[in-house]
C-alpha cells in the first residue's frame, strides 16, 4: 500500500521538507513503490524571504538531498556563516562578542569555561577556547578551495538567498527526486469519518487525496489553523518583537569584502540583522512596536545602511514585515503535520527558522507512518519534542536580552523584569550561577542549542559563574588547560595565514563553474 504525503505551501519550508522526505523514500532514480510526495503550492503566494541563514545542519541537509556544494553556492548567491557577532547588546556601546559554530576546545572532555572563569583572563572567552572569532575579524572563509564539499577547517552554515535557493529545490525535487508538483489554490478540505483530512480540493476543481497532510503554508496555516483551529501561543509577553523592517543593499564595489558572520547590531527598540551575500547585503530592523513606531525604527535602519562605505549609495524603501511570536499549541492533530511558519514564528536572532523546518522533517523521514495507529504514537510524541524545542527557543532568545547591562531604554530594561522571564530560563540561571552550563544538563543529542553556545552567550555577554565554587578542581586540570589555550593560539595563528577570503574563495568557484559551462 503506497503512503501518499502531500505538501501544502512551496516555499523553503514546502520544498525542503519534500526533498529530505522524498531523498529517504523516493528518489527518481531508484524508485520505491511505498511513497510518493506531492506539493501543491498556489501560484502567486511570494516567500517571505528573511530565513537566509543557517546553521551547519544545513551541509547534512544538502549533502542528503543529493546537491553538490559547488551548485549551492553558485545558484543561491551563498556565502559563510561561521558565527553570529552581537554589537553593543551588553552596554550599548560597540563591544561586541561571537557566537562561533565551532565549540570550545576540549569540549566535553573538560569545561573549559569554568577555567576561564577562574583564571581572570584578560581574554574574552570567545578568542580563548576558539580561533573562529579572530576568523571572523578576517572575513576569511572556512575552509581551503582544494577541500571535498562540505569538509571544513572550522564548522560553518550559509547564508543565502532564500528566493533563489527555493528555486534549487524546487527544480531538484521534481527532476531528480520524483516530487510530484501541483500549482493551485486550496480551496476546500474534505474530511474523514475520523477527522483527519481524507483530501484537499483546489479552485479548479482538482480532488488531492493522502495520508499524511503536511502544512507547509506559511501564516496562512490554511490546515492547522483554518482547517482544524489549532490555538496559537503567543511568546510577546517574553519576547517584545513583533515587526520588521527588511532591506536588500548591494556592495560599493565588486571586491568588498563579504562577512564570514552574521552581525546582530543592538537599537534602542530592538536590533538590525546584516546579513552578506555574495553580490549584496540582507539588511533589516527587528522591533517592538510597543516601544518605537515604524518611522522611528525606519530612521535607525537607513541610518545604519548610509552609514557604512561598504554599501552602494541607492534609494531604499523596505518591506514591512509584521508578526505574532509564538507558536502552535500542537504541531502534529489527526493526520496533519505543521512545519516551518505555519507552526511557529520568532524573531531570526539565532537563525531558528531553517533549522526547526529541517529537523522536523528529518524526523517525519525517519519515521514516516505507515499505520493509522502508528501515525497516533508518533504525533503524540513529535508533540512532545517540538514543544520542547520551541520554549528552549523562546528561553535561549530571552537569554541574550536579559543578560543586558543596558538602561537606556524602557524596552531593554522591560526585558530584564522576572515577570517577563519563563521559570525554566530563571531556574537554568540559578545552576549557572553556580557552574557553568555543561554537557549532562540536558539531553545534548534532541537539543537545538548545546551548551557550548549557552557558554558562549552567557559568558559573552558578562555572566559571572562564581568563582568560589571553581577553584576546587581546576588545579587538577591545569596542564591540560595549558596544552589546549596552546593549541587554540597554535591553530588561530595556522588559520589566519593559510585561509582565503571569503570573496577569494567564492570567485574560485563562480570562475570553476564559468569554465565548466563553458
Known amino acids: 500500500m503506497k503512503t501518499r504525503v502531500v505538501i501544502v505551501g512551496g516555499g523553503t519550508a514546502g520544498w525542503l521538507t519534500a526533498g529530505i522526505i522524498a531523498s529517504r523514500?523516493?528518489?527518481?532514480?531508484?524508485?520505491?513503490?511505498?511513497?510518493?510526495?506531492?506539493?501543491?503550492?498556489?501560484?502567486?503566494?511570494?516567500?517571505?524571504?528573511?530565513?537566509?541563514?543557517?546553521?551547519?545542519?544545513m551541509r547534512d541537509t544538502l549533502r542528503q538531498i543529493g546537491i553538490s556544494e559547488r551548485t549551492f553556492l553558485t545558484c543561491c548567491d551563498a556565502s559563510f556563516k561561521q558565527a553570529s557577532k552581537f554589537v553593543g547588546w551588553s552596554n550599548g556601546q560597540d563591544e561586541h562578542y561571537y557566537h562561533p559554530f565551532t565549540a570550545p576546545s576540549g569540549y566535553g572532555a573538560v569545561s573549559m569555561a569554568e577555567h576561564w572563569s577562574a583564571s581572570q583572563t584578560e581574554f574574552d572567552f570567545e578568542s580563548w577556547v576558539c580561533a573562529q572569532g579572530a576568523i571572523c575579524d578576517k572575513n576569511l572563509a572556512p575552509k581551503l578551495p582544494q577541500m571535498p564539499e562540505y569538509a571544513f577547517s572550522l564548522n560553518y552554515g550559509y547564508h543565502l538567498n532564500a528566493g533563489k535557493f527555493v528555486k534549487v529545490l524546487h527544480q531538484h525535487c521534481v527532476e531528480n527526486l520524483g516530487v510530484k508538483y501541483i500549482q493551485g489554490h486550496v480551496e476546500q478540505v474534505l474530511s474523514a469519518e475520523n477527522g483527519d483530512i481524507s483530501a484537499i480540493v483546489l479552485t479548479n476543481g482538482e480532488q488531492i487525496d493522502g495520508d499524511l497532510f503536511i502544512d507547509c503554508s506559511g501564516f496562512a496555516a490554511i490546515l492547522i489553523d483554518k482547517h482544524y483551529q489549532i490555538?496559537?501561543?503567543?511568546?510577546?509577553?517574553?519576547?517584545?518583537?513583533?515587526?520588521?523592517?527588511?532591506?536588500?543593499?548591494?556592495?560599493?564595489?565588486?571586491?568588498?569584502?563579504?562577512?564570514?558572520c552574521t552581525v546582530a547590531t543592538a537599537q534602542e527598540s530592538g536590533w538590525i540583522w546584516d546579513i552578506a551575500l555574495q553580490n549584496r547585503r540582507g539588511i533589516g530592523h527587528v522591533f517592538s512596536s510597543d516601544f518605537t513606531s515604524i518611522e522611528r525604527a525606519e530612521e535607525a535602519l537607513l541610518n545604519y545602511?548610509?552609514?557604512?562605505?561598504?554599501?552602494?549609495?541607492?534609494?531604499?524603501?523596505?518591506?514591512?514585515?509584521?508578526?505574532?511570536?509564538?507558536?502552535?499549541?500542537?504541531?502534529?492533530?489527526?493526520?496533519?503535520?505543521?512545519?516551518?511558519?505555519?507552526?511557529?514564528?520568532?524573531?531570526?536572532?539565532?537563525?531558528?527558522?531553517?533549522?526547526?523546518?529541517?529537523?522536523?522533517?528529518?524526523?517525519?523521514s525517519q519515521q514516516l507512518p505507515r499505520d493509522r495507529g502508528a501515525m497516533s504514537v508518533l504525533a503524540k510524541r513529535f508533540n512532545t519534542l517540538t514543544l520542547q524545542r520551541w520554549q528552549e527557543i523562546v528561553d535561549f532568545l530571552k537569554?541574550?536580552?536579559?543578560?543586558?547591562?543596558?538602561?537606556?531604554?524602557?524596552?531593554?530594561?522591560?526585558?530584564?523584569?522576572?515577570?517577563?522571564?519563563?521559570?525554566?530560563?530563571?531556574?537554568?540561571?540559578?545552576?549557572?550561577?553556580t557552574q557553568a552550563p555543561g554537557i549532562y544538563e540536558t539531553n545534548q543529542r534532541l537539543e537545538l542549542f548545546s551548551s557550548a553556545s549557552k557558554q558562549y552567550v552567557l559568558y559573552?555577554?558578562?555572566?559571572?559563574?562564581?568563582?568560589?565554587?571553581?577553584?576546587?578542581?581546576?588545579?587538577?586540570?591545569?596542564?591540560?588547560?595549558?596544552?589546549?589555550?596552546?593549541e587554540t593560539l597554535n591553530t588561530?595563528?595556522?588559520l589566519l595565514s593559510g585561509l582565503p577570503t571569503n570573496r577569494q574563495f567564492l570567485s574560485k568557484i563562480l570562475e570553476k563553474n564559468k569554465i565548466s559551462n563553458m
Open 25 to 57: 523514500h523516493c528518489m527518481k532514480k531508484t524508485p520505491t513503490l511505498d511513497t510518493e510526495v506531492i506539493l501543491v503550492e498556489s501560484p502567486d503566494v511570494k516567500n517571505l524571504g528573511v530565513g537566509e541563514g543557517t546553521w551547519p545542519t
Open 305 to 364: 545602511v548610509t552609514s557604512d562605505p561598504l554599501l552602494a549609495s541607492q534609494q531604499l524603501t523596505p518591506r514591512t514585515i509584521k508578526f505574532n511570536p509564538g507558536h502552535r499549541e500542537t504541531f502534529w492533530h489527526k493526520n496533519c503535520v505543521a512545519i516551518g511558519v505555519s507552526a511557529g514564528f520568532v524573531e531570526p536572532l539565532e537563525a531558528t527558522a531553517l533549522v526547526l523546518i529541517e529537523k522536523s522533517a528529518v524526523w517525519i
Open 231 to 260: 490555538p496559537f501561543k503567543s511568546k510577546r509577553d517574553i519576547l517584545f518583537n513583533d515587526t520588521a523592517l527588511a532591506l536588500q543593499v548591494e556592495y560599493a564595489s565588486d571586491d568588498t569584502p563579504i562577512a564570514s
Open 460 to 486: 559573552g555577554m558578562g555572566f559571572n559563574t562564581e568563582e568560589k565554587y571553581l577553584h576546587g578542581h581546576c588545579h587538577k586540570e591545569a596542564a591540560l588547560i595549558k596544552r589546549l589555550r596552546n
Open 399 to 433: 537569554l541574550h536580552y536579559l543578560l543586558s547591562n543596558r538602561k537606556d531604554s524602557e524596552y531593554w530594561r522591560e526585558h530584564q523584569q522576572a515577570n517577563s522571564i519563563p521559570e525554566s530560563l530563571q531556574e537554568a540561571l540559578t545552576l549557572w550561577r
Open 492 to 494: 588561530t595563528e595556522k
